[in-house]
Structure formats: structure tokens, C-alpha cells
């Protein structure tokens, strides 16, 4: 009997020992990488970019494969379906912004070239997959300036024989995208401005005592997190000094002390609690900042400024000018930015409006 007690003292430490290690993993959640959707056509989800090893073709057929099985024949959905194969077209035919920013002729008609052979080649695949166009699909050809903090654009005196219908220019802190029309002979600057807050708010994760605890002596840390395990071992110990003196303890005193334990572990391990206004006390609310976009034009003419999110909510944000007047403004799935149309140079930012 006595080594049967022993037996199973010994397989509730091992289960014991196993449930404290695994506490850790029961609380690591995976990222959320869903596409892209739109409430209208919730089976309708379309990846919002190109992937490395993906040609421009492969990803037109992806995604008129993904709205076919979708089964939505909808205006929002064709819109949608239409929008997310033009960013597809922009983004495969990007180039380098020259260092000088001038857009030479020759540049623009590459980048055309390439454009007009994606949008004929997405054309065709469209027409075999019997996709009813809501609206003719537009060529859009894209420069990349790479992280640079102020970027100056400047066109040739005469682009109409260059074959696309919209170019956009990206920086790392803005893009801006103008229709052919308005382009020639004229010259643009886009500056990265100050830190501007939106007036909202998010809520970050701070530093717990813990986490400090655990930056600067690992094993302390591990001590903190897994302090039943230490007691518990402290409580053998303990069971078997007073063993050998001849002193037993009742046979369920151990386990009921380790399930205490466990459970007490399992609250200090697990998610972290509520304050009463509902506030997670692991996070504290942070201003949303972005930086504000300055915009020369020589010649006011109507533009598109993107101000990219990378990542943010995207909740109740627009485009605002230097005098707080709020611009029509959406959020674009595909470049991760809110977008607004501008007629004129000046300074704008983003800004929380309810």
C-alpha cells in the first residue's frame, strides 16, 4: 500500500509539474491575418497586396478566383473587386523615384508600358471569368521615394503621349497620386511636417513590474512567474524532512496544497484584470500621433494625399487641413492609409472626427 501511495504522489507531481510549464501557452493567442473584406459581401475577402514570389498575373487571377467563389454579384463587391485589381497594376509596375525627383519621359514610359500590358493581360482574364465591369479599369503607374523626409516632383512640359490614366508618388510619410491631365510642366514638393496629435487615443502595453523584473534578472523573473512550482518544491522538501523524522502527513494535505497553488498560478499567469470603467489594466491609453504633410504646387490642381497608417485603427480618421477643415476622406484597404482629394498646396493631418 505504502508503494502504491507513493506511485501516485508521484504522478499528480508529474501532472502537477506538466500543467505549470504549460500555463504559459494556454494564454498565446494567434494573429489575426485575415484579407481584406467588406460587410456587404462578407464571403468576399481579397489579400490587399502583390506577394514576393507572385507575379502581377498570378494575383489578378487569385482574386477574381476569390470573388467567383464568393458568388456576390453586387455594385459594392464589382467596385471593390476593380479597385483591389488597379492597386495590383500600380504596385507591379512601381520604379524608383530618381534621386533628382524629375519624372523624365523615357522613366514614364516604362513604367506605362508595363502598366498597360497588366491591365490588358487582367483585362483578358476579367472577360474569361465573365467579370461584369462596373467601370472602365485604370492604369496606374507608381514611383517609390524610399524614406526620405522631403520629396520634390517634377513632370516633363508634356506627357500626353504617355499611356496611363493615374501616376502616384510615394514617400515613406505620404503619397500623393494626380489623373495624367494635370501634370505637364508642373513641379511638386511633399515634406514630412511636425508630430500632429489625431485626438484620439490607443490603448498600449506598459512595462508590468514583472516584465522590468524579468529584463533584468531572468531568473528572478522565472521565479515570479512560476512561483507555484518554488513553493511547491519548498513543500516536498518540506513533506520529506518531516518524513524522515518519523512525522507523516495526511495523504490529501500535498495535493489539495498543490491545487491551490495551481490555481492561485493560474490567476497570476493568466489575463490581466479589469479596472470597473472596463480599462485593461495591463494597458495604458496612449496619444495617436502622425506626422502632418506639407504640400507645394506650383499650379493648384485637384490630387489624391494618402497619409499611410502603418497599422493603426483606422476608426473615425480623416484628412484635415492646416486650418482644421475636414476633407472627404476613406480609409484604403490596400495601401493601409486614408486617402482625401486636395485642390491646393497647404498643410494637412490627421484628425479624429466623431
Not at 503621349?161 to 491631365?181: H, L, M, P
Request: proline share 5%.
Amino acid at each position: 500500500m505504502l508503494e502504491m501511495a507513493h506511485m501516485i504522489k508521484l504522478k499528480i507531481l508529474a501532472i502537477i509539474m506538466v500543467m505549470a510549464f504549460a500555463l504559459p501557452v494556454l494564454n498565446v493567442g494567434a494573429a489575426d491575418d485575415t484579407p481584406w473584406s467588406i460587410p456587404v459581401c462578407p464571403y468576399l475577402a481579397l489579400p490587399t497586396g502583390i506577394a514576393s514570389d507572385e507575379s502581377v498575373h498570378d494575383a489578378v487571377a487569385y482574386k477574381l478566383a476569390a470573388f467567383a467563389r464568393a458568388g456576390c454579384q453586387c455594385e459594392d463587391a464589382l467596385n471593390f473587386v476593380v479597385y483591389s485589381i488597379e492597386d495590383t497594376l500600380r504596385r507591379g509596375s512601381s520604379l524608383d523615384m530618381p534621386a533628382n525627383g524629375v519624372l523624365y519621359a523615357d522613366l514614364l514610359h516604362v513604367s506605362a508600358d508595363m502598366a498597360q500590358e497588366s491591365k490588358r493581360d487582367a483585362l483578358s482574364a476579367m472577360a474569361g471569368e465573365g467579370f461584369t465591369q462596373v467601370r472602365p479599369l485604370n492604369a496606374i503607374i507608381n514611383f517609390v521615394a524610399g524614406g526620405i523626409g522631403e520629396l520634390d516632383i517634377t513632370f516633363p512640359d508634356d506627357v500626353s503621349g504617355v499611356d496611363f490614366g493615374y501616376i502616384s508618388v510615394e514617400a515613406g510619410f505620404a503619397a500623393i497620386t494626380f489623373c495624367r491631365d494635370v501634370v505637364s510642366g508642373n513641379t511638386f514638393r511633399l515634406a514630412q511636417g511636425t508630430l500632429t496629435t489625431t485626438g484620439g487615443y490607443a490603448y498600449v502595453p506598459v512595462p508590468t513590474i514583472v516584465a522590468g523584473l524579468a529584463a533584468v534578472h531572468g531568473w528572478l523573473g522565472f521565479i515570479v512567474d512560476y512561483w507555484a512550482v518554488v513553493v511547491f518544491i519548498f513543500v516536498l522538501v518540506a513533506w520529506g524532512v518531516l518524513a524522515s523524522m518519523g512525522k507523516r502527513l495526511r495523504l490529501w494535505v500535498v495535493p489539495v496544497i498543490a491545487v491551490i497553488l495551481i490555481a492561485a498560478n493560474i490567476w497570476t499567469l493568466g489575463p490581466s484584470q479589469e479596472r470597473p470603467d472596463g480599462v485593461d489594466t495591463a494597458n495604458a491609453p496612449a496619444r495617436v500621433y502622425f506626422y502632418s504633410v506639407l504640400v507645394d504646387m506650383e499650379v493648384d490642381v485637384s490630387a489624391v494625399l494618402s497619409i499611410p497608417l502603418g497599422g493603426a485603427d483606422p476608426e473615425g480618421l480623416v484628412l484635415v487641413d492646416g486650418s482644421g477643415e475636414p476633407l472627404v476622406s476613406r480609409y484604403n484597404p490596400f495601401t493601409d492609409a486614408i486617402d482625401a482629394r486636395i485642390y491646393r498646396g497647404g498643410t494637412y493631418f490627421l484628425r479624429i472626427i466623431e
